[in-house]
């Protein structure tokens, strides 16, 4: 049984709020913020039981996380293994060059500032702005002086017909994991997992050998939140696509769109280039039923060598591989993550379109919640879309088998060599520029609510 209204709400993404603010703080004074965090922090606190009913839905929702530096400048019991979790522990600052090949000049400077930690984020969201801000301004004046922001980032679905789509164009949210003890429908080629896949202390949070992870008691219905403030690189990106278009019928910019759909791995509409490889099919994409019904398996084609549907290295192939490991007898389930990302920043302006330069930072304010971080999100970086050789056992063996294009991220001056895109050329391989960059992040604990009140206010 999964307690529902003690799992804080965008763990189980439901509909996305229009805005959201990412409010980063940083602790004071513990023992006056220990007595607001229970009596005035905890009741606003939305659950995933909330969620699904409109009415129960509070026209903002509010969960809050803490980063290890947040739980000890909390002060209570919080031994080394309440949480049994090395990378949370170390912080995301520590592990970004070795483990993600970020490179840290690039980061927002609050995210790794030694002097003025972040504690923990508090992450508001609405239909309505006016009404964050002014629950955030409530917040600050029940907090006073006992926590104070350190750094906030808005966020926003995108305008109009835009509304679902990531920046670069592509929509977003479709392939998330079905949670077994949650979730009464599944849809086809959903991955069902275990909800200790996600949440900690719960069935399935397990090591390699299947033993239980061990948790406190207070941290049994958390998650680890990964955040990443990822800056797109849109100008950029689509002046790319045009200039690297493959050769073949059609005009420019569907070739263009060919080699965008062939990187995500996906059309603009959500259609998966695994079922549609030719033409976007926007019906397909829309299709909830079909739009994730797909293993990168086909009669009469050879998983190990065929990259004419879809590269080895697209994006939603190198973060969820599909057949790629079930038919060499490894799975992807354990690796899933239930992600909330949000864009942020303006839209491109017709300057920066034409000039193919960005001017206004824009990217994805990105959000994963895994029950171990070793194996969600850096894992899913570091040894799937970095890792050149992956997927493994493809033949002839490509030289380099090369980095997501998208998220892959290659260290110093190494290139960042992708092979497989140009349908015509699949063995070739191109040297792509980075088009998303890591401005930083942090990891977060999100406790389930009743240590909010309880454990941590303690
Ligand atoms: Fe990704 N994009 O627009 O290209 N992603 N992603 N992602 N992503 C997905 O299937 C994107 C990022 C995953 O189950 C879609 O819902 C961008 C990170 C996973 O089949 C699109 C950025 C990580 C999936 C994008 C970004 C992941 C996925 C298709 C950064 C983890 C599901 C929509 C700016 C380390 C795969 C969908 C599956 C899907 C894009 C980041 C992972 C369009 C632009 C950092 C697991």
Not at 126 to 135: A, E, H, P, T, W
Not at 356 to 376: D, M, N, P, W
């Amino acid at each position: 049984e999964l307690k529902t209204d003690d799992i804080q709400s965008d763990i189980f993404v439901g509909k996305q709020k229009h805005n959201q603010l990412f409010y980063f703080f940083t602790i004071h004074d513990a023992a006056s913020f220990k007595r607001h965090l229970a009596a005035d922090i905890a009741p606003i606190v939305t659950s995933v039981t909330q969620i699904p009913h409109v009415h129960r839905q509070p026209l903002v929702a509010v969960n809050i996380a803490f980063s290890h530096a947040g739980l000890l400048a909390l002060d209570v019991n919080y031994e080394d293994n309440s949480l049994n979790d090395e990378i949370f522990e170390n912080g995301q600052a520590a592990s970004a060059v070795t483990s993600l090949n970020d490179d840290t000049a690039s980061w927002v400077p609050q995210f790794k500032d030694a002097e003025n930690p972040i504690h923990g984020v508090i992450i508001l969201a609405s239909d309505n702005i006016q009404l964050i801000d002014r629950q955030v301004a409530c917040i600050q004046s029940d907090c006073g002086p006992s926590i104070s922001k350190v750094y906030s980032l808005p966020a926003a679905v995108r305008p109009g017909c835009h509304a679902g789509h990531e920046m670069f164009g592509f929509l977003d949210g479709i392939a998330q994991p079905s949670i077994r003890q949650l979730h009464k429908t599944h849809f086809p080629g959903q991955n069902v997992v275990d909800a200790g896949v996600i949440i900690t202390g719960a069935v399935g949070d397990v090591d390699g050998e299947g033993n239980p992870i061990k948790r406190a008691d207070w941290a049994v219905g958390g998650s680890f939140l990964a955040f990443r403030q990822l800056q797109q690189l849109v100008p950029e990106f689509n002046r790319y696509l045009l200039q690297n278009a493959p050769a073949g019928e059609g005009d420019l910019q569907s070739r263009a769109d060919l080699m965008g759909a062939r990187m995500v791995g996906r059309w603009k509409s959500g259609a998966p280039v695994d079922l549609a490889p030719t033409a976007d099919d926007p019906e397909l994409g829309a299709d909830p039923q079909r739009n994730n019904n797909f293993t990168y398996e086909h009669e009469g084609s050879d998983l190990r060598s065929d990259q004419s549907r879809c590269p080895f290295t697209a994006h939603i192939r190198k973060t969820r591989p599909r057949a790629d490991l079930t038919s060499i007898g490894f799975d992807d389930k354990p690796n899933s993550i239930m992600r909330a990302g949000i864009p942020y920043g303006q839209e491109v302006t017709p300057e920066e379109q034409a000039s193919g330069t960005t001017i206004h930072e824009r990217g994805l304010a990105f959000v994963a919640y895994q029950s171990q971080l070793a194996k969600g999100f850096q894992f899913i970086q570091q040894s799937w879309a970095n890792a050149t050789n992956f997927p493994p056992k493809k033949t002839p063996p490509p030289e380099e088998i090369g980095f997501d294009p998208i998220i892959g991220q290659a260290t110093g001056a190494q290139a960042r060599l992708v092979s497989g895109l140009d349908p015509n050329d699949t063995s070739g391989s191109l040297s792509i520029p980075q088009f998303v960059i890591s401005r930083g992040g942090e990891y977060f604990f999100s406790p389930p609510i009743s240590a909010l009140r309880g454990h941590l206010a303690g």
